[in-house]
């Protein structure tokens, strides 16, 4: 049996949202997050040393990191299903490169901006102004034109083709769909409107809203 240790708020969204696509039996264990510092509870730590998530074990194998996550249950389960033929290497590599590039491009600037925006709260009252400014100048400096950047980028991807791969749901699509349902959810997408249609497509799958029926909603960190 595939277990997903299942942290709310989180990446492990998409690993469920997977598992409904290739219609794979999973039991899921959920954490809540601390209410005041965000972070994973430190039972996680019994699963995996670094106590994150998403973390899942099938069987005696325990696997983390979302993008390895989504390797193994494609290689292991996925048949082919959702993946472009390793005989069109230019659609193999094209998915390949959206799949890694979620996390490694896109996500730390989400992350940046998570991070950032949090330093406002978590500081002592007098300082709060100090950390807001912070913030604020980081933000404008450098996240949010990079952000516009890599949005321009991936809007000019979906507008003529409506996904990442030539198959749907890739696991391209299933790597990029959460930092994009972020983005929609923080209101970042008003001006990329093949963005926006794709975030409400993944939101009309059948296999998605499985997963919101067992999981919830997904949900930013506050």
Known sequence: MIRVHHLEKSRSHRVLWLLEILQLDYEMVTYARDSDSQLAP???????????????TDGDITIAESGAIVDYLLMRY?????????DNSAAWVNERYWRHYAEG????????????SQLPRQSPFLVKPIAKGINDT???????PQLAEHLAMIEAHLEPRGQFSTTWPSGA???????LQVLSLSGSLRDFPAITRYVARIEAEPAWQRVVERAG???LPM
């Open 138 to 144: 980081v933000n404008s400096r450098f996240l949010a």
């Open 105 to 116: 491009s896109l996500m730390p600037l989400l992350v940046m901006r998570l991070v950032f």
């Open 42 to 56: 430190r039972a996680l730590k019994d699963i995996h040393p670094l106590g994150k998530s998403p973390v899942v």
């Open 78 to 86: 996925g048949q082919g299903q959702t993946e472009p033929s390793t």
């Open 173 to 179: 699509d299933v790597q990029m769909g959460f930092p």
């Open 217 to 219: 909603p997904l949900m």
